[in-house]
Structure formats: C-alpha cells, structure tokens
C-alpha cells in the first residue's frame, strides 16, 4: 500500500491541500482581482507603441516609446518595492493607481499628432498637406512624449512581486515549501497568460476602436483592479515589518543574500532577453513566411509550456535542489534555442517555441522561491520587485537587440540573441551553483 504524503504540520488534517488549500486561503476573488490587476502593466509597452505609430512616420519613434516605457518598469518596479516594504502594499498600491492614471492621460496628449498650422497646400518638414490646406501633423520623439512613457513605466502598479511577497509571508509553515513552490508557480502562469492576452487585447480593440482606446481600458482596468486587489484581507500578510525583521518567522534570514540577488538578477535579465527576442523576431518571421500580423500569435506559444512549466515545478521530487532545477532546465534552453536557427515554417516555429518554454518557466519559479529564502521578510517587496524588473529590463534588451540583428541580417540572426541568451542563463545557473556549495559549505 502506497503511503500518503502527510498533511502540513500548520494545516488541520481535514484541509484541503495543493491548490484547494492556496484557493480557501486566498479566496477566489482575490485570484481574479490579482489577475485583472496585471494587464494594465502587460498592456502598456505594445499599447503605448500601437498608440504612437498611429501617428508617427516611422517605426523609431513609437519603438523608441515602448522602450522608454520598459526601461522606466526596471527604474521604479525596486522603488515601488522598497517603498511598499515600508508602508505597506495598500498605500503603495493606491498612490500608484492613482499616478499612473494621470501618466496614460499624459502619454495620450503627448503622444497625439499635432496641427501646428495653416498652409496653401505646402507640406512643411513635419506634416502632411491636406486638401484644404491644413497640415497634419506627425508623431515625434520629443521630451513630453518620452517623460510620459518614463513615468508611466515607473508608476505602474507591481502586481505580481506584491502578491507574490504575500504568498510567502502567509506559507511559513514548517511544511510549506511545497505550497509556496505551488503558489509562485501558479503567479508564473498568470505573468504569462497577462503577457499573451494583453498584448493580444491591445491589437484587437486597437484594430475594432482605435489605437488610443485600448491605453484609456488600460486606465479603467486599473482604477477596477489594483484597488480591489491592495484592499485585500491578504495585505496585511504584506504589511511593513521592522529592519530587524521584528514580527517575521524566526528562521528567516538577517540580511539580503546580495550574492544570490546579483545572481538571481542576471538570470532573469537572460529569461527576459529570450522572450524579447523572440516577441520581435516573430513578427519579422511572420512577414518572411508568408503571414504577416501572426506573429503574435505564434510568440504565444512558448507562454503555454512556460506557464505549464512554472505550475509543474511544485511536484518535482524535493531531492531536487534549486541549483540543480536551474541547470537542468538551462540544458534543456540551449539546444532549444537553438533548434530554433533551423524553422522555416510556422508549425515548426510553434513546435519549436513549445519546446523552449518549457524549460524557461521553472527557472523562474526557482529564482523566485530561492531569493524568497534568502530574503528577511521586511524586504522582500524590494528583492522581488527587483527580479521582477529585471525580466522587464532583459526584454527591452531582447527587443532592441532582436530588432537590430533582423533588420541587419534577418530573422535567423535575431535568433542567434536567443540562443546566446539561453547560453548566458546556463552560465548563471552555474553561478548559482558554485555560490549553494559555498554557502552549504560555510552553514
């Protein structure tokens, strides 16, 4: 007879566990306001870059928008962090709904074409002559417009780290490792499924309403969720905690673990460089093949084994270490990626995609879970909010760099970032591993 795995010491016997348990204990309206609360963010980079090239005569402008969007993420994601460590979620949460709000009005008019003049039928250097002789104006990168992509990209309310942060300041069970793998990885999934269907979302009201509407849902998502979501019974799991980390587990660590961070840091930017790449690359592989406006599409399918990926890793066998986890998986994305360089057909794109998801999701989860042990409970907002932005930033990076190699040498050369890439979150997981064998060795 095959013994049962015993209940959680904290847990009654007649509790449900797995994801029943994370269910009764977080209660099913806070999931979906959790997950509402995260599209604004996934829809604010394609969003503002859909809005500005309505009106911009180039593809540099509203590239160089979204970008400015995604570098002021990876600026203000660590303040919102810290900040919220020390006055808690729910003011945090409120002052920045509030903020970003007036940051999509401001990237709105910005971000408009201008009419600066009346003319007999010249075309100035900005504009374009109508018939009856008033210019129209175009889209330019100016300071207005990128101070307001700026602010909105550091304002947006960080979801996702908050909510993780509360999962594990409520699981600290001696039993509990295995619900706050559960928890992280269900929180992976829905990153992922808000960075498929926003986007997604943005290019079909944008394509049935226009390009500015789907920024103004943006801003009443937010307005709807994130408050729902910061007022919470489960915020008080977040509330602030002393330096000292008075009122934590008495088994949490003293001190942030720097080294792990720096180590955490650098594998997310690589997870973040591998999906840019590939979002940019889709879109010109898209073209070449034959099926332009599928690209989309196509990018969604490494979210399906990610987030697949990420749920699984609660039943991995406990004998398998963080360390070992992450470079499992980094073994698998090598050869994954670069399978990649050898698609010439959308199916095969797609399969391929699948495949180097999967391993892609679990890492994560694991950069998560073990920067949460490494972490004193009154800074956890900060060092996950601080991971966090580091999968914004290396996407940005993978953009640019993805869309720099297509233009210059084709799609296939794009890929080549991905597989670096996925070479460089190999190197750090042997980072991780060579800084666990210290640190046991130093226990």
Do not use: K
Not at 154 to 178: C, F, K
Not at 223 to 241: E, G, H, K, Q, Y
């Amino acid at each position: 007879m095959t013994p049962q795995r015993p209940a959680p010491q904290d847990a009654r016997p007649d509790e449900p566990q797995g994801f029943r348990r994370l269910v009764r204990m977080a209660g099913r309206p806070y999931l979906v306001a959790s997950a509402l609360a995260r599209l604004p963010q996934s829809m604010l980079t394609i969003g503002a870059l859909t809005y500005v090239a309505a009106g911009a005569a180039d593809f540099t402008t509203p590239g160089a928008v979204a970008a400015i969007a995604g570098v002021g993420v990876g600026l203000g994601a660590p303040i919102m962090g810290a900040a919220s460590d020390r006055w808690g979620q729910r003011r945090v949460l409120l002052v920045s709904t509030v903020a970003y709000v007036v940051a999509l009005a401001a990237l709105l008019v910005a971000g408009a074409p201008h009419f600066p003049s009346t003319s007999s039928g010249i075309t100035t250097g900005s504009g374009i002559t109508t018939g009856s002789g008033i210019t129209g104006g175009t889209v330019e990168l100016d300071l207005p417009l990128a101070a307001a992509a700026l602010f909105a990209g550091m304002v947006v309310p960080q979801i996702g780290p908050m909510t993780r942060v509360r999962w594990i300041r409520r699981l600290t069970g001696p039993r509990d490792h295995s619900a706050v793998e559960l928890a992280l990885g269900y929180e992976s999934t829905i990153d992922e499924m808000a960075y498929v269907i926003g986007p997604a979302a943005v290019g079909i009201i944008a394509a049935a309403a226009g390009a500015p509407i789907p920024l103004v849902i943006a801003a009443v998502l937010v307005l709807l969720a994130v408050p729902a979501f910061a007022f919470d019974r489960s915020a008080t799991a977040a509330a602030p905690l002393g330096r000292d980390g008075a009122g934590g587990p008495a088994a949490a660590p003293d001190r942030i673990r720097w080294g792990f961070v720096m180590i955490g840091i650098a594998g997310m930017l690589a997870i973040g460089t591998v999906f840019g790449s590939l979002a940019t690359t889709m879109t010109v592989f898209a073209e070449v093949t034959g099926n332009p406006g599928t690209g989309g599409l196509i990018y969604a399918a490494i979210g399906i084994t990610s987030g697949l990926g990420a749920l699984s890793v609660s039943r991995w066998p406990a004998r398998w270490t963080a360390e070992i986890r992450w470079l499992a998986c980094a073994v698998v994305a090598v050869p994954a990626a670069a399978v990649l360089l050898l698609v010439t057909e959308p199916w095969q794109m797609v399969l391929g995609l699948l495949l180097i998801g999967a391993p892609v999701g679990p890492v994560m989860v694991t950069i998560f879970s073990a920067a949460g042990r490494r972490t004193p409970p009154a800074r956890l907002g900060f060092v996950m909010t601080l991971l966090s932005a580091s999968v914004t930033l290396g996407t940005s990076v993978g953009n640019l760099l993805g869309g720099t190699a297509s233009d210059a040498s084709g799609y296939q050369a794009a890929l080549g970032v991905t597989v670096g890439a996925s070479v460089a979150l190999l190197v750090a997981g042997f980072g991780f591993l060579a800084y666990a064998r210290r640190e046991r060795a130093t226990a």
